[in-house]
């Protein structure tokens, strides 16, 4: 199916534990983004990504690490889970940075015990 | 710093009103401003896109405008009805080469029956 999928959509860890994320487009946007979505501070750029192989920081991306050896492919990774990284991460993508619209995935939600 | 605000945080109306959602920016440099909608436990679906050149969009009973020299976009929603329920989310892409979208935290729709 076209569009943009993540799995796990649920995950349980427990702190100090490696987690990554996954996030699957099939369109051959060229941009992809990780949000990340809490109460109290709606979403959150983690990393972003503008092309396979080019990756930048965000607003909040201390604790994670991105790579992107294919286009359709970005996977966040929390190398060392923390608590404070309880929240819903989304993956979006875009044909652009600026000029289009971003459609999002379906979101992970990831509890750190 | 560069904000997205969104009042009111909640509204609650009755079947069959016409509704207004407000977003107001901090700097109106833009490149575009899109709505999403996000029910309970799901992801964000993208309602309406504006560039900044543009003054509205409409698509079914959702109009969003766009008035960039105050800092302030509304979605109008006609004729609401119960499965309109949902939060309502405003971002703006601010472009350069990041390209993410800036939140809002949302206004919380409910109609009622």
């Known amino acids: 199916d076209a569009g943009i999928t993540q799995s796990p959509r649920y995950k349980i860890t427990e702190t100090g534990r490696q987690v990554t994320l996954m996030c699957h487009q099939t369109w051959s946007h060229s941009y992809m983004f990780w949000y990340r979505q809490d109460l109290g501070h709606g979403l959150r750029l983690i990393y972003y990504?503008?092309?396979?192989?080019?990756?930048d920081k965000g607003e909040v991306p201390d604790g994670y690490v991105v790579s992107r050896s294919k286009t359709e492919n970005f996977p966040l990774t929390l190398e060392s889970a923390t608590r404070s990284q309880t929240s819903v991460y989304f993956c979006a993508s875009s044909p652009s940075a600026s000029y289009n619209e971003q459609f999002f995935g379906p979101g992970t939600r990831l509890t750190v015990l | 710093k560069q904000e997205v605000t969104q009042i009111p945080a909640a509204l609650s109306v009755p079947e069959g009103e016409n509704l207004v959602l407000n977003c107001s920016f901090t700097d109106s440099a833009i490149y575009n401003l899109q709505w999403f909608r996000q029910d309970p436990g799901k992801g964000l679906t993208s309602l309406l896109l504006i560039q900044s050149s543009q003054r509205e969009q409409t698509s079914g009973r959702l109009n969003a405008s766009l008035d960039k020299s105050s800092g302030r976009s509304t979605l109008y929603i006609a004729a609401s009805q119960p499965g309109d329920s949902a939060t309502y989310l405003c971002a703006v892409n601010y472009g350069g080469s990041q390209g993410n979208l800036i939140f809002g935290k949302g206004t919380k729709l409910s109609v009622k029956p």
């Open positions: 990504s503008a092309a396979a192989d080019i990756t």
